[in-house]
């Protein structure tokens, strides 16, 4: 029965969200009330269920500053002028015959620290100008910027949606940075350059060569002279992820990724470090430094851009929140566990076939909800029942957090803002979008999930 309740409040929340076109984060707090009643919740336990320390509270609490954090070190590089740099160094390097990987390997480096739509917003007039100059599609290029961004934003932290569904199920953050750039590059190329081939076939009416799109608007000109260079720029950007690998390599080496009983200073400085607020707490000062003062700006617009990539990040924040509470009435109405010994009823359940349900489980969230970040944060409540099952395999929560972020990116459609993003900025129709877009984030799914299969047959 307490399953019946579940596909009815997922019912709910996407009659809410797509009929009603009610606001997604109050959307998720009111199915999550509605969900713990027909769950048969003690009432006066259910606002901390869906608040408190197993719903948004949870995931908002450890992982506010990350996001935010993140968010505007991703401004502060682009307001100063480093995207645009480490985007024209790249094309200029690579020239007009591997434009393509240009274009994924600097939108990639963006996108590590640029929440999806805000890279798509900057990017987006960069690589038209640079189309225009070569003589190509913006499509032709668009893909490569797309795969690499959409690959960045479900795979690697600090990114909300990975950063959120890591910590709701426990996963080691710095593994899941290290898996992550192994799953998010594959998926990048075979999206990106390999795909746009394919997509050239079958769907040539779509790559037609444009000067003009009106959802582009002018792209901003900055003097290569006044930005950031290129190895500052690229620093930045990928600040967080190497303090925090670097970290998670010296543990693996010196202390088998275990906390010590008796740590030494270094291993408690570390420790310290490798703690992902830590991180970006540094990072972000770095960032203020090296895209603030050191570039001869007042702390005023220091300030602009800070603020600038809080508000980007906000909205996000509280859809992942959302996602939380929905988490913690799965969780604390022992609905998840229940979940658990029904998939294990014939045996404990091994590490390949947890990470297909969780990507399964993901991936019929997201074609019903829309919302990548709600389908994996609900997905999260689902499998954390699954996992506390399977104690002892450190690696199989990391595997399995990949496998969601895979599964919550599969086969975007209408109900998914990202596929009117698409449409727009490449002025292509509904069903050209379907054509290019839909099957471009279904790449990158399936592809994940081939990848995170093998990675858990060797490590898991």
């Not at 851009?305 to 799965?330: D, E, F, T």
């Not at 975007?412 to 993003?421: K, P």
């Amino acid at each position: 029965m307490e399953f019946v309740m579940l596909i009815v409040s997922i019912l709910i929340l996407l009659l809410l969200i797509a009929k009603l076109k009610l606001n997604t984060f109050v959307a998720l707090i009111i199915t999550a009330f509605i969900l713990a009643l027909l769950l048969g919740m003690e009432p006066m336990k259910i606002p901390d269920a869906v608040l408190g320390a197993e719903g948004v509270g949870n995931i908002l609490g450890p992982n506010s500053v990350i996001f935010i954090f993140g968010g505007m070190i991703g401004r502060l590089v682009a307001d100063a002028g480093g995207s645009y740099r480490i985007a024209k160094t790249l094309i200029d390097w690579f020239g007009v015959k591997r434009l393509q990987w240009a274009v994924l390997i600097a939108s990639f480096i963006i996108g590590i620290s640029m929440i999806f739509g805000v890279g798509m917003v900057l990017l987006i007039p960069i690589v038209f100008a640079v189309a225009i100059e070569a003589g190509v599609p913006l499509l032709y290029l668009g893909i490569s910027m797309t795969a690499a961004l959409s690959s960045a934003q479900g795979f690697l932290p600090p990114q909300p949606a990975p950063t959120a569904v890591a910590s709701a199920l426990g996963a080691n953050i710095g593994m899941m940075l290290i898996f992550g750039l192994i799953v998010s590059v594959i998926t990048a190329v075979v999206a990106g350059p390999a795909f746009t081939k394919l997509a050239q076939k079958y769907a040539p009416d779509a790559f037609q060569f444009k000067t003009e799109i009106e959802a582009v608007g002018p792209v901003k000109e900055y003097d290569l002279k006044t930005t950031p260079n290129f190895g500052l720029s690229v620093l930045t950007s990928v600040f967080p992820l190497i303090f925090m690998i670097i970290a998670t390599i010296y543990k693996l080496i010196y202390t088998g990724g275990i906390t010590p009983k008796n740590p030494t200073m270094a291993d408690q400085i570390v420790e310290f470090a490798a703690n992902p607020a830590v991180a970006m707490t540094v990072a972000l000062v770095f960032a203020i430094f090296s895209m603030g003062t050191w570039q001869h700006k007042s702390m005023s617009e220091v300030g602009k851009s800070l603020n600038s990539g809080m508000s980007a990040v906000a909205g996000i924040l509280l859809i992942v929140g959302g996602g939380g509470a929905l988490r913690g009435v799965l969780v604390t109405s022992g609905l998840s566990d229940k979940i658990a010994s029904t998939f294990q009823a014939g045996g404990a359940m091994s590490p390949i076939a947890v990470v297909l349900f969780a990507w399964g489980v993901a991936a019929i969230l997201r074609v019903s909800v829309g919302s990548a970040t709600v389908a994996g944060m609900t997905a999260a409540g689902i499998v954390t029942g699954i996992l506390a099952a399977n104690p002892g395999n450190t690696l199989l929560p990391v595997f399995v957090a990949l496998a969601i972020g895979a599964g919550s990116l599969i086969a975007s459609h209408v109900n998914d803002a990202g596929f009117w993003i698409f449409k727009e900025f490449f002025d292509l129709s509904v069903k050209q979008t379907f054509q290019i877009w839909t099957v471009l984030e279904t790449i990158i799914s399936v592809t994940g999930l081939i990848v995170i299969l093998i990675l858990t047959t060797i490590f898991a």
